[in-house]
């Protein structure tokens, strides 16, 4: 019984820093039609700021949340003025999704690269007073910073569901995503709805580097492991719907964790992805949509 | 008011509309008609800046709106109900209301606005809190209307209201434009396949055919004029005369 | 063959540089450094053609192309270990690269645009975890391998392998399967209604790519006989590198793919002795700028200044005339 209960813990804890990750992957999906596969080297980046501020002034990775999520905001804006914007240029959907998956694979080179030159290959994490320390919760143990993360996760995707469904902002951000033209007649400049929104996704990535910095590790090239994890949440989601992106994200940490009783522990990420390649080919629309 | 000047419009290689000249001055109704393709839709986008022409001039109150993105021209004053409507399908009918008052000084009269549209569109209200995909067809023109005016324009387009709608609806809808052209000073521009139900409506009128305009005159004139007879009311002389 | 003699004077700058390719080493003694890089170079031509194919040609964009590569490399490694002739044990990697896409392949291909890239770059993370922990050691040739190990060998079954695929990839996109392939690229729900079999038209373009991958694989088995970790030749740089010296080269042409690698291979090993890993960032931006600004890279790029200095030209000697 103990077991099953860590399980689950376990599964939660893991699945509520999935869902934080999906998260800007899932809103510039949504909202812009692009796929940002850099987003797993934002997460990176986003580690590697609270690191070198944990490094060289002592703060807690925690407590760096607000500067990482503006510095890393101010990131989003010049991504998206340097390599999406000339995208919104191309007439089919269909291209501008494509290229979108070509620029920002060169983004990946790019940052990759300049965060390998400049912090070198090391593995870096946050080691505080209270890391590998945990909480003993329903006759179980859940390590201080996964309860952290899982309070990060659920504020983030709480703060963006208040934002795109009461602020006026968010209304913004829904008309141009449901038909941007009749948004702009309506008023509504949707490029600058764009640029603020791609602010806040790769915010997002920056909240998820903090949390995986402190409970495991960042690379300069460790990026891409954890967007597939994003890929994944934001499919099982559905397009667009943002809202299920952090109950998916923890149904997956729940599959995964079970899985331990299934398959040795190094096949794990395997069996996610296979089973991410199954949904896809049979319900392509996600798990928690409605509609067909 | 508005003055289009030997407009021509292009679909990429594609012309679309040749030296179009027209004006609206202010307090007008003003209607264009032709029939399907003629290019009445293109107009609208290119005032609206959905599009842009490729040679000659658009300007509204003096300001040159042929280099501004379509949100500025919204912010001057322009509001288009958009052919097909194109609501927000998934946002409430109150949201996209809200949404149509996104311009700064509409954003913070929206409240009143509001409350007037409801007067005008009873039904609206009722439906304020249903999505907008689950409206009948009359009230999403409703809706598409109500929403065009939250932006408190000085200038309203309408492109092909009466599609797919009841003559009745189409009777009520255009009394109630009608009424706010008087009251509100509103000018309106309304471009139609429904030659009838404009031109009896209209101040003055414009006739576009293959991209390019045929005639104008006074809008009674030229319900009465022979060539629209024929071409759109499907009256030959013929049977006039039996 | 008509083509071919009647455009001969475009073709020769590269009838002689192949030439060159071809004789250089019989006459002349090349370092093991430069035949180095060539086999590497050659193995970047016959992936991005392969994934020129199927990327440039059919519009679909395939981020797992390690998979086939890895696929090829190690299937030759060990049919070769035990005996069989390396041309063999490289077809047999090319094959083996082929079953692989066909049992990937046909699930991904029913997925729509941006999923099917998603999908293999999936595949291609989920073989490189199985194999990762399937092959935990070193894996390597038994002695006499390394012995008898032939640098020159390297560089023409490369160069072989590597014209090959130029030559594969000429014929299918001159063919009716290359018209197929044109016509899905630029509107797939056209070409279906117009009544090509876009599904059967995209899998044939899969395999024929996985074919070309897995062949490099196996000219890279024979390069390199040991190896530390395995699971690297399944790393995405196999499949992000040549997709960059494709977009550079110039996408959807037959020599963008050549040009490319060229410009790729040379200039890292050249800025490597100079500038470090400070290289990379430039052609990473250099690859943004190109998908951004210059979609036909390099070989459109140089059309693109043949045509301003015929207009120029033409200009000129017109207003000379009148």
């Avoid at chain 1, 919104?88 to 965060?115: C, E, Q, W």
């Avoid at chain 3, 992936?47 to 190690?74: D, E, P, R």
């Amino acid at each position: 019984m103990e077991g099953v209960i860590q399980t689950i813990a376990y599964g939660i804890v893991v699945g509520a820093l999935y869902g934080l990750i999906a998260l800007g992957l899932g809103l510039i999906m949504g909202i812009m039609k692009f796929l940002n596969i850099a987003h797993g080297t934002f997460i990176m980046l986003g580690g590697y700021v609270s690191f070198w501020l944990f490094a060289l002034w002592g703060i807690d990775p925690y407590l760096s949340i607000p500067l990482v999520i503006v510095a890393m905001f101010l990131m989003g804006l010049l991504l998206y003025k340097l390599t999406l914007s000339p995208l919104l240029k191309l007439p089919h959907i269909g291209m501008r999704i494509d290229n979108s998956l070509l620029v920002t694979f060169g983004v990946i080179y790019v940052l990759d690269n300049a965060m390998t030159l400049i912090w070198k290959a090391d593995v870096r994490s946050v080691i505080a007073s209270y890391t590998g320390g945990a909480l003993n919760l329903f006759g179980t143990r859940v390590s201080y910073t996964g309860l952290a993360g899982l309070g990060i996760a659920v504020l983030a995707a709480v703060a963006l569901y208040f934002i795109l469904s009461r602020t006026y902002f968010g209304k913004h951000v829904r008309a141009a995503t449901q038909d941007a033209e009749a948004a702009s007649l309506c008023g509504v400049n949707v490029q600058q709805t764009y640029l603020i929104s791609c602010g806040i996704a790769t915010a997002l990535a920056g909240m998820a580097g903090v949390v995986i910095v402190s409970s495991y590790s960042v690379t300069p090239t460790g990026g891409l492991s954890w967007l597939l994890i994003g890929i994944v949440v934001m499919v099982l989601a559905g397009e667009g719907n943002i809202n299920a992106i952090l109950p998916a994200g923890i149904m997956l940490g729940l599959i995964e964790s079970a899985s331990v009783f299934v398959v040795p522990i190094q096949y794990r990420q395997a069996i996610a992805l296979l089973i991410f390649i199954i949904v896809l080919m049979f319900r392509p629309q996600g798990l928690f949509t409605k509609r067909g | 008011m508005l003055e289009i000047s030997h407009v021509d419009v292009y679909y990429g290689d594609l012309q679309a509309l040749w030296d179009i000249s027209l004006t609206i001055g202010g307090g007008e109704i003003v209607t264009l008609v032709g029939s399907n393709g003629a290019g009445k839709s293109t107009i609208m986008k290119t005032i609206s800046g959905l599009l842009k022409p490729k040679t000659g001039s658009i300007s509204f109150e003096g300001i040159y709106l042929d280099k501004l993105p379509a949100h500025r021209i919204a912010e001057l004053g322009i509001s288009m109900v958009p052919e097909g409507r194109r609501l927000f399908p998934q946002m409430s009918v109150l949201e996209n209301l809200e949404v149509g008052a996104s311009v700064r000084e509409a954003k913070k009269a929206r409240h009143n606005t509001i409350r007037w549209i409801y007067e005008l569109f009873p039904i609206l209200r009722k439906r304020a809190k249903q999505r907008a995909d689950t409206l009948s067809g009359g009230e999403q023109q409703m809706l598409a209307i109500g929403r065009a005016l939250m932006a408190q324009p000085r200038l309203l387009l309408i492109d092909e209201m009466s599609l797919g709608l009841s003559p009745l609806l189409v009777q009520e809808i255009s009394q109630v434009i009608k009424d706010i052209n008087k009251s509100r000073k509103l000018t309106i521009f309304l471009v139609e396949q429904d030659v009838n139900m404009a031109l009896s409506m209209a101040d003055r009128g414009y006739i576009i055919e293959n991209g390019r305009i045929q005639s104008q005159g006074d809008a009674k004139e030229l319900l009465c004029s022979e060539r629209v007879k024929e071409t759109y009311l499907g009256i030959s002389p013929v049977e006039k005369a039996g | 063959m008509s083509t071919i003699t009647a455009n001969w004077k475009k073709l020769l700058p590269s009838g002689v540089a192949l030439a060159l390719f071809l004789v250089l080493p019989l006459v002349m003694e090349i370092g093991t450094n430069i035949l180095n890089l060539m086999v590497m170079l050659f193995i970047y031509v016959i992936l991005s053609q392969s994934w020129n194919l199927i990327g440039g040609y059919t519009g679909l964009i395939n981020l797992g192309l390690a998979a086939f590569f890895g696929c090829g490399v190690l299937v030759t490694h060990f049919i070769w270990s035990t005996g069989v002739p390396i041309y063999l044990a490289v077809t047999a990697g090319g094959i083996s690269a082929m079953f692989l896409a066909g049992v990937i392949g046909l699930p991904t291909l029913r997925l729509r645009g941006v999923y099917f890239a998603i999908g293999t770059l999936a595949l291609a993370q989920v073989c490189r975890i199985v194999v990762g922990n399937t092959f935990t050691r070193m894996v390597q040739m038994p002695i006499s391998y390394v012995v008898n190990y032939n640098f020159i060998s390297r560089y023409y079954l490369g160069l072989v392998v590597a014209l090959i695929a130029v030559a594969v990839v000429y014929l299918v996109t001159n063919s009716k399967l290359g018209l197929a392939m044109a016509a899905v690229r630029d509107d797939e729900e056209a070409a279906r209604v117009t009544g090509v079999n876009t599904f059967r038209c995209k899998v044939l373009a899969l395999l024929i790519s996985a074919f070309l991958a897995g062949l490099a694989g196996g000219v890279y088995a024979f390069f390199q006989l040991t190896f530390q970790f395995v699971s690297s030749v399944f790393s995405p740089l196999w499949t992000f590198g040549p997709v960059m010296a494709v977009i550079i080269g110039g996408i959807g042409t037959l020599l963008g793919p050549v040009i490319g690698s060229f410009f790729l291979v040379i200039l890292s090993e050249i800025f490597a002795l100079t500038t470090g890993e400070a290289h990379l960032i430039i052609f990473g931006i250099l690859f943004i700028l190109v998908v951004l600004y210059f979609p036909h890279g390099l070989v459109g790029s140089v059309d693109r200044v043949r045509q301003l200095i015929v207009r120029v030209g033409r200009s000129r000697l017109w207003k000379a005339i009148h």
